[in-house]
């Protein structure tokens, strides 16, 4: 059916098994190239957003790779009037529709090289599945753009979210943790505040979703997970910002780094993922590297095609 994007992009809605919530879908956006090259990109989004990145799929594309953006469970395209927004008890709740779409982009449209590209809380998610499938040959490589590898906060809380799967597990896993509003990102993007960028609010609001006792939880244990080292087989490129900055509310300095990730982290756990991961930092980039301002963003762009021009410069190489 058609997409909100616009006449160039399909929706496939894709049922998937009831939840403790009831009904669940996730949401397949596919952009097909003029020429296609037998390869694909699938994007995975992050915490508090969905697939709205025209211009990462228009670059995908203009190289002959179809670009498919994959809307999560409860988020965006995904949300059912129901459900709690992002909500989930562990991450790999998320690897059924990751395991549709992959199907979907490999028997149903004929493509045999699959590019798996995850932002943020997208880039673990992303790098857990990985793992998990290594050996089957569903993946060609993973992109990962500023994923969501450590907490960025001071040492007391990241004890305190470690405690969520001991004592503090007594919480209602519903319990929303009084963390306060902070907008220093969603303003340093939309373009009714200081940014350049038109996104949905109601998908993507300025001031972020809840955080749930339960969500947190998840995340902890999937990045312990991958700090114990995962075994992912495919070449990885990791890319995040070069600067980090802790802020609430908007300074100019948020669009020159990440205001929401410590990309010093990111790069400290990178080689967790796999035996094989190009790491790059980029200067004045922004926690979603591709939205960044100009001259950053060209370097992502630039830095992502000279890592898959080594893998994937010819369709039958690997």
């Not at 989004?45 to 990462?56: A, E, S």
């Not at 050996?135 to 590898?149: A, K, M, T």
């Not at 809840?210 to 312990?224: C, E, G, M, S, T």
Request: hydrophobic share 40%.
């Amino acid at each position: 059916m058609p997409d909100v994007l616009g006449p160039d992009y399909e929706l496939t809605v894709l049922p998937m098994a009831d939840d403790y919530e009831g009904a669940v879908v996730a949401s397949l956006v596919r952009r097909r190239a003029p020429e296609p090259t037998g390869r694909a990109v699938l994007y995975l989004h992050g915490f508090t957003d969905y697939f709205f990145q025209t211009h990462l799929a228009d670059h995908f594309v203009a190289q002959g790779i179809d670009f498919y953006g994959l809307d999560l469970r409860k988020y965006g395209r995904s949300l059912l009037p129901h459900q709690t927004r992002g909500f989930v008890r562990s991450l790999t709740e998320y690897f059924p529709e990751i395991d549709e779409a992959v199907r979907v982009i490999r028997e149903e449209d004929g493509h045999d090289e699959v590019i798996l590209n995850g932002h943020s809380t997208g880039g673990l998610i992303a790098a857990l599945w990985a793992d998990r499938v290594r050996g089957r040959g569903l993946i060609q490589s993973l992109v990962l753009n500023s994923p969501f590898l450590d907490l960025n906060v001071p040492s007391p809380l990241r004890v305190a979210a470690d405690l969520l799967k001991g004592p503090m597990s007594r919480m209602s896993p519903r319990a929303v943790l009084p963390l306060g509003p902070a907008t220093a990102y969603g303003t340093s993007l939309h373009r009714d505040h200081h940014g350049e960028w038109d996104f949905d609010l109601e998908w993507k609001p300025i001031g972020g979703f809840a955080v749930h006792a339960a969500w947190l939880a998840a995340i902890r244990r999937a990045q312990r997970r991958l700090h114990g080292g995962l075994r992912a087989d495919v070449p990885t490129l990791v890319l995040c910002a070069e600067k980090g900055l802790q802020l609430r509310d908007f300074a100019p300095e948020a669009q020159g780094a990440d205001v929401v990730l410590d990309p010093g982290q990111i790069a400290h756990w990178a080689t967790r993922i796999g035996p094989h991961v190009t790491c790059v930092r980029v200067p004045g980039g922004m926690h979603d590297l591709v939205l960044s301002p100009e001259p950053a963003r060209e370097v992502v762009f630039a830095e992502m095609d000279r890592w898959l021009n080594c893998y994937h410069g010819n369709a039958k190489r690997l």
